[in-house]
């Protein structure tokens, strides 16, 4: 059995585990009860009533949060030719074609979302094994593999915040949605921004309740249950 630290052990009194609380009430909830001497991630973790083995129960997708996720996101783009000038004007760090291939292949990752035209696709899936551990892979289904035209678009997108949310072995989504720093309304607004969005991806092999639970907890924070029908009444 794990052994939890003094200020967990005080945090964790703030939490009724058996309570699910209002969504803005929970945010403010986990705000209070974060404890650690940096500013904490602030979480939301989701039991999904889906069957993660079959194939028309896939849950994934992107959401775009409203307020970000508190920090600085470097993007990198394989484009060539005009292309390439286009990322480069909307504001990518890091654009190319063989040599940022090279560069990776020789043991460089310092950025954080990879954009691809479908035309550097064939370059960029030798990649996979080093950017698909990483999730770093572009991939169409994510949006990161976009035509030159929706460049300007797809980068714009991930400055505002974009996430990735994807079901897992366990019929869990863990997903960031921001920091502990954030105002109680700015962090409310980017978790119904992630609600919409996974309700939005519903695939059509699923059945009955959607979404089962939520919670919400900050790095090193308890979890605390959210009551969904106060945010998404459809999503229970």
């Known amino acids: ?13 703030l939490v009724d585990r058996n309570v699910s609380y209002d969504p803005l009430e929970a945010v403010k909830l986990a705000k ?48 060539q030719g005009d292309a390439a000038r286009r990322a480069t004007e909307a504001g990518a ?29 064939g370059k960029v899936g030798k990649l996979g094994k080093v950017l ?11 949006g990161t593999v976009v035509s030159p035209d929706d460049l300007t678009r797809a980068i714009g997108d991930a400055r505002k915040g974009r996430v990735e949310f994807r ?3 366990t019929s ?9 720093s954030f105002d109680e309304s700015k962090l409310h607004e980017n978790l119904v921004a992630l609600i919409d969005a996974i309700m939005r991806a519903r695939p059509s092999g699923a059945k009955g ?19 969904m029908r106060n945010l998404v009444g459809s999503a229970v």
């Open 93 to 121: 760090e890091f654009v190319g074609s063989d040599d940022i291939v090279k560069k990776i292949e020789e043991g460089w990752v310092d950025f954080d979302i990879a954009i691809a035209t479908p035309e550097m696709m």
């Open 32 to 79: 209070k009860a974060a404890h650690a001497g940096f500013d904490e991630t602030v979480e939301v973790h989701m039991k999904m009533g889906v069957d993660p083995r079959a194939a028309d129960q896939q849950v994934r997708g992107i959401a775009l949060l409203p307020h970000g996720l508190g920090k600085e996101v470097r993007i990198l783009v394989f484009a």
């Open 172 to 180: 869990i989504i863990h997903v960031v949605i921001g920091k502990v």
């Open 1 to 13: 059995m794990v052994t939890r630290g003094k200020k967990y052990q005080e945090a964790a009194k």
């Open 167 to 169: 079901l897992d072995r």
């Open 209 to 227: 309740q959607y979404i089962k639970r939520v919670s919400l907890s900050t790095t090193m924070g308890p979890g605390i249950r959210v009551d």
């Open 132 to 142: 698909g551990r990483k999730g770093l892979m572009p991939n169409p289904k994510s």
